[in-house]
């Protein structure tokens, strides 16, 4: 890996874990009963509250994600694909650090023929 910056994806890594958990903490996903509201409003609630609920899952998800580049960054193991152990192109980690495959490992994993470690 001597064409990454090691420090400096590990500094983007680190500021996108910290965004992301800052947006968890300030999704409220608490429903106020101190009055009755009407089925409009506790429709419209709980349709907010599934969204948010599914935004928090995929932050959690790609919050997973980032640790275990992390990880793999103080293993000495970052930008090898989990997979086939080939280097991950420059280009795919510069776009998404936290990547696990290579291309061509991940179109098996998003075709359902490999699955996720």
Known sequence: ????????????????????LNKLKENDLSIDDSETPDPVDLAVRNYSKNVMLAVSENESRQLTLINEA??????????????????????RLDAIPWARYCLSCQELVEQGLLDEE
Do not use: F, S, V
């Open 70 to 91: 992390l990880t793999r960054l103080d293993d000495d193991e970052y930008g090898d694909c989990q997979n086939c152990n080939k280097p991950i192109n420059l280009k």
């Open 1 to 20: 890996m001597t064409d990454l910056n090691l420090d400096q994806i590990k500094d983007r890594l680190i500021a996108e874990r910290d965004n992301i």
